[in-house]
């Protein structure tokens, strides 16, 4: 089923978007050139992706317990893991591309929010291999297996919390010093997206990247990402339409970037 807010939401950013050549600013020149565009190669992709294929045949059944996107908890429904896969994973473009953001800021401390089978977390783990990573998850048996794949990948500075993200994600944003690289991709509730970015601001320094996933999901994620823009400690963000990129650059004039991806 074709979900035609969705599509509508899609062909208005193509309308805006643009490539690095219609942009301006020579850092966001200098990340779409350099970060967003690097389409090069790389041997972590065809480790983490090799585990990507393992998890599309993977039939083992796992119990389901949903706390986001408006859904009510159900605890009685069981999906394989393949199904997981098949649906829920980053395709390999967008994870790949996370991959190169972090590797690009360099981060001391990644968090992310929502760790499903573990895909994406590996990609973190891997571009910033001296960073603690720090992955949420809410569904605990979902989280035993991305917690298995991390040790398949050797993904030893990663460590996966599992609970409701309004109670987990507060004490781990308390014990950071600061915050470097968040990855918010759970919960698509207007008001609990615009609770996670407000919680990490007290921690964010100019070099902080956040990035949310989703943000034409619904017209509450729409919602969300225009209050998230307009903060007035933001000074950047990218717009990728399938997430978000948001910075805190000092002394930077306050601009928004549609960028074709």
């Not at 398949?152 to 004490?171: E, R, Y």
């Not at 964010?204 to 998230?228: C, H, P, Q, R």
Request: glycine fraction near 4%; charged fraction near 25%; proline fraction near 3%.
């Amino acid at each position: 089923m074709i979900n035609t807010q969705l599509l509508k939401s899609f062909i208005r950013h193509r309308l805006k978007a643009k490539t690095r050549h219609g942009v301006h600013s020579p850092f966001v020149y200098k990340l779409v050139d350099e970060v967003i565009y690097n389409f090069s190669s790389n041997s972590v992709y065809e480790e983490v992706e090799s585990l990507r294929n393992e998890l599309l045949k993977d039939a083992r059944l796992v119990r389901i317990t949903d706390l986001g996107a408006g859904s009510h908890v159900n605890n009685n429904k069981e999906k394989q893991v393949r199904q997981i896969a098949k649906n829920a994973l980053k395709p390999a473009k967008l994870a790949q591309l996370i991959y190169r953001l972090a590797e690009e800021r360099k981060p001391r401390i990644i968090i992310e929010l929502g760790t499903c089978l573990g895909l994406t977390t590996s990609y973190l783990a891997k571009a910033a291999p001296d960073a603690e990573v720090i992955s949420i998850e809410g569904c605990p048996e979902t989280a035993k297996v991305a917690s298995e794949n991390l040790r398949k990948l050797n993904a030893s500075n990663t460590q996966v919390l599992t609970g409701n993200f309004d109670l987990v994600l507060p004490p781990v944003i308390d014990a950071a010093e600061t915050l470097d690289f968040v990855f918010v991709d759970g919960n698509h509730r207007k008001d609990a997206t615009v609770n996670y970015f407000k919680w990490c601001l007290p921690k964010v320094n100019e070099n902080t990247l956040i990035i949310f996933d989703d943000i034409y999901w619904s017209k509450g994620m729409e919602e969300a990402w225009e209050e998230i823009k307009a903060h007035p400690q933001v000074t950047v963000t990218v717009d990728l339409f399938w997430i978000g990129l948001v910075y805190f650059k000092k002394g930077q004039q306050k601009e928004h970037f549609y960028i074709k991806y």
